[in-house]
């Protein structure tokens, strides 16, 4: 039989101190799920901290449905829908376009590999602001301004550097054995890539799909300066919602609408998480 770890001091005082930071971390989230519960009258007359006393869901439904983002009073589905019809598509194929520069970047390396990895590095650093005009530029010539069509090009060419430097130190890490093996079999690119290399990269494809996912959901800029009238997204509608004058501010409501934008990046983490921390860690040992 083992001896069970007795608590010393300092261990009960250090989780005694992650409790209050876990608490103090999760104070405004309790804060807003309350609120999002509670009735107008109930808010004028508790306290902000207070549990509801009759816990409503009505304050969702209008968030949802009903509530005015401007001038338009159709709550947030219109923007959640948008958001989804956008972020789809573009954590595929960014995700797709990384897991192929990756693989050409380490297993099929030629003149200049390097530097053209040097140069999409670039992208990673850049500050967003800096491709708006020229952005909008490219996208009125190509006809996609205003569209959610432009929407997902803008976010598959912020997000290429990002996935492109995930997959690429990850796969620097991969034997080029395998690779070579195979193409002693007479295996080609796209063979070696589906039945080899693929198959492989379960970790990165979980850490580069979450971080894709997370950054195209999240975003308010490339969002409220591309998108036209029927294509903003959640987070330009969760902004409107919140600034459109009323007579009663809803404060019910605005966390409400606060909680749905955020519902869907706190679904994949709570579902996800661990498997983002296992594969973020197996690809910074690696290259």
Not at 87 to 105: C, D, H, K, Q
Not at 183 to 199: E, K, N, S, T
Not at 237 to 244: D, E, P, R
Request: aromatic share 12%; net charge positive; glycine share 8%.
């Amino acid at each position: 039989m083992t001896a069970t770890p007795r608590l010393s001091l300092g261990r009960l005082a250090l989780f005694a101190a992650l409790g209050l930071l876990a608490l103090f971390y999760l104070t405004p989230l309790y804060v807003m799920v309350s609120t999002s519960l509670k009735s107008m009258e109930e808010l004028r007359q508790g306290s902000l901290l207070s549990i509801p006393s009759s816990p409503e869901l009505g304050a969702w439904a209008k968030a949802w449905s009903s509530a005015c983002t401007g001038t338009d009073c159709n709550g947030l589905k219109p923007f959640f829908m948008n958001s989804v019809a956008m972020v789809v598509p573009a954590v595929i194929i960014s995700t797709a376009l990384g897991a192929i520069n990756g693989y050409v970047l380490t297993k099929w390396r030629f003149r200049g590999s390097e530097l053209v990895f040097a140069l999409m590095l670039f992208g990673v650093f850049m500050p967003m602001q800096v491709v708006l005009l020229p952005m909008s530029q490219v996208l009125g010539q190509l006809g996609l301004a205003n569209s959610l069509a432009g929407l997902v090009l803008v976010h598959v060419l912020a997000g290429l550097p990002s996935t492109t430097l995930f997959f690429r130190n990850y796969y620097a890490g991969l034997p080029d054995e395998l690779v070579k093996a195979a193409m002693l079999d007479g295996a080609g690119f796209w063979q070696i890539f589906w039945r080899i290399v693929l198959p492989l990269s379960g970790p990165i494809l979980v850490v580069t799909l979450i971080w894709q996912f997370t950054a195209i959901w999240n975003d308010f800029l490339y969002g409220v300066v591309f998108s036209g009238a029927d294509a903003k997204p959640i987070t330009v509608g969760l902004n409107n919602l919140a600034n459109t004058s009323s007579s009663v501010k809803e404060y019910n409501v605005d966390m409400a609408a606060a909680l749905i934008a955020a519902a869907p990046t706190l679904l994949v983490y709570v579902l996800a998480g661990k498997y983002f921390v296992r594969g973020l860690t197996a690809g910074a040992v690696k290259g």
